[in-house]
């Protein structure tokens, strides 16, 4: 992925200790993978295999230095952030295309006719713009959760 000033964005890999840095990565339309569980070695295979930087707070599993790896200090998820964020200069990055925070594939926009079926009645009256993942056809809104974690994220992102 490239940014606006044509510099290379990583793809991350989440170890299963930062499963809500890995919603917010994907939030700010970053492509993250995430496991509840993963072997280490797994990791380090596919980390190397797609170009990914893995996210650590396991010492051991850093150490290793079989793949590009940053171990994160803090254990707060707005510090975590905060540090991968400094550590690859993202605060001026403007993704051009949204995540799924569940499953990471690209968003892709769709019109309220098409799944208007699916939305509860307050969506319907007070929503027109939409996005769905086509891996899993979760639909994401501009509401209250993404008001909140856009909020959350601002407060975060200002103190880098």
Known sequence: MENNDSIKVPAFIADCHLGKLAKYLRFMGFDTLYFAQIDDNDLITMANEEDRVILTRDRELFERKKAECILLKSIAMDEQLREVV??????NYTPSISRCIVCNEPLRIVEKEDVIDRLPPKV???????????????IYWHGDHYQRMRTSLDHILSSV
């Open 86 to 91: 400094r550590k690859f200069h993202l605060q």
């Open 124 to 138: 319907i009256k007070y929503f027109s713009y939409f996005e769905q993942c086509k891996r899993c056809e979760r």
